[in-house]
């Protein structure tokens, strides 16, 4: 079995987590879903509140929620990998207008979801402080703040809301809410076993085989499942399956964790309604007030790594750590005990940063991912479209209408050029911000990360 990580959200779930039974023999369901994270375990729940009587199964290589649902930022929040303009470019105003409602709407409909399921996952709707620590960083945010609906605040206005040191100024958006990972995708699969799914944990699937002559199929190691449809929900982990190398690429986000700070730690800082916090730097951080009171805040930078292999022992990377704990210290200086834990391992993002949903009929295979790290709303959102498209095919939905249902994203370049092309997009960013913190302007690394990503 793979080892569940090592990480905040774990080690403060109310109970330990006991692997459910492995798979073995055969079976023929209605539904069989591959991963057993967020996106797998809402779509059986959607499924199964539409039509109870669905066969459904679901197999998770190691135990649920051990990816990145069950490690994340947790940030519940609307928003979406590719900017507006990109979307609005590709599908027009409406589209856009109607996608950007249905995701911010999303933020508080998972909410009452975790409510009516009685998961007590710390949810609150706190919103996003952007913080500007440069006269550029305030340049940018307070020219976005004009163009959308967030609300520019000064530092003098910073007190109601939260602080960190240098700040110049901060965009509110209120479209976030924290969350407990962990303790949401646990309960999560326990409310999806209560209404009728069966999960197999510890159970790897190796293949996955459209319809032909049978049903699809679904190869484990140690068995086999015919489905009307199979459901892929696998997200970074995906390339560890046949033909799927370069479908999605794993790109590693690693997070810390400090102990619980004081009260006057909190009185001096704020942060009492729980806004999650970044900054405008181009390789991103994302950070959280913990219900207990502990800061968890975490960021990219760790590499790609070649092939798009997934490794537990790349979960690690002390240079990233590092870089973590000194960026947290920077924000707050007076933070205790910065790294009383830290953890990481990969997220999925597909090659023209566009989350997926797809519904095949003629094959019987289904797939939802890509989210590039803000997956804990769309995953609910995608799930739903997933079901909507499965139980009601005939009908247009409001879900089924979004941009990113029915896309294909192109395939990622071979290996090396992936390895080269994502590394030095990271490299990029690096350079970028390294640049504007020296000699507060922007760098010939800024523009070539803009063409790199599109």
């Not at 200086?333 to 910065?338: I, L, S």
């Not at 939905?397 to 090396?416: G, I, Y």
């Amino acid at each position: 079995m793979l080892t569940p990580p090592r990480s905040l959200w774990w080690s403060t779930l109310d109970q330990p987590v006991v692997p459910r039974a492995a798979f073995q023999g055969h079976r023929d369901v209605d539904v069989a879903i591959v991963g057993g994270g967020f996106t797998g375990l809402w779509t059986a729940r959607e499924l199964l509140r539409r039509d109870p009587s669905l066969r459904i199964a679901i197999f998770e290589k190691s135990v649920c929620g051990f990816g990145a649902s069950g490690r994340n930022g947790g940030w519940a929040s609307a928003l979406y990998p590719i900017s507006d303009e990109k979307v609005e470019k590709s599908y027009g105003s409406e589209a856009l207008r109607h996608q950007r409602e249905l995701l911010r709407t999303a933020v508080d409909t998972l909410g009452r979801c975790l409510s009516e399921d009685g998961i007590d996952a710390d949810f609150v709707k706190g919103g996003t402080l952007t913080f500007a620590r440069s006269d550029m960083q305030r340049t940018r945010l307070e020219s976005a703040t004009q163009r959308s609906d967030d609300v520019w605040l000064s530092p003098n206005e910073l007190s109601s809301f939260g602080s960190v040191a240098g700040a110049l100024g901060a965009s509110y958006s209120a479209h976030c809410a924290r969350i407990h990972p962990g303790k949401m995708v646990r309960g999560l699969s326990t409310v999806v076993e209560k209404l009728g799914a069966t999960i197999y944990e510890e159970s790897e699937v190796l293949r996955i085989i459209p319809k032909g002559r049978q049903a699809a199929q679904v190869v484990t190691v140690s068995g086999s499942v015919h489905a009307t449809y199979v459901v892929r929900a696998t997200e970074g982990f995906t390339s560890t399956l046949p033909s799927l190398r370069r479908a999605v690429a794993p790109v590693y986000s690693l997070m810390i964790a400090s102990a619980p700070q004081s009260d006057s730690f909190w009185d001096a800082h704020g942060f009492s309604q729980f806004p999650t916090f970044t900054d405008d730097r181009n390789l991103i951080i994302y950070g959280q007030r913990t219900a207990d009171n502990r800061i968890a805040f975490g960021g990219r930078g760790a590499p790609y790594h070649f092939g798009s292999t997934v490794e537990e022992r790349f979960d690690q990377n002390e240079k990233v750590f590092a870089e973590l704990e000194r960026t947290l210290r920077e924000l707050f200086p007076d933070v205790e005990n910065p790294r009383k834990f830290q953890w990481g391992g990969p997220l999925g993002m597909t090659r023209d940063l566009s989350p997926f949903v797809r519904v095949d009929h003629s094959t019987g295979l289904c797939s939802a991912g890509g989210y590039t790290g803000d997956g804990v709303v769309l995953s609910h959102v995608a799930a739903t479209a997933l079901a909507d498209l499965i139980v009601t095919p005939d009908q247009e939905t409001d879900f089924t209408k979004l941009t990113f249902v029915h896309h294909r994203s192109r395939s990622w370049e071979p290996e090396p050029l992936r390895w080269l092309g994502i590394n030095a997009g990271l490299a990029l960013a690096q350079w970028a911000d390294r640049t504007e913190r020296r000699k507060n302007k922007s760098s010939k690394a800024s523009v070539l990360l803009e063409k790199l990503l599109g």
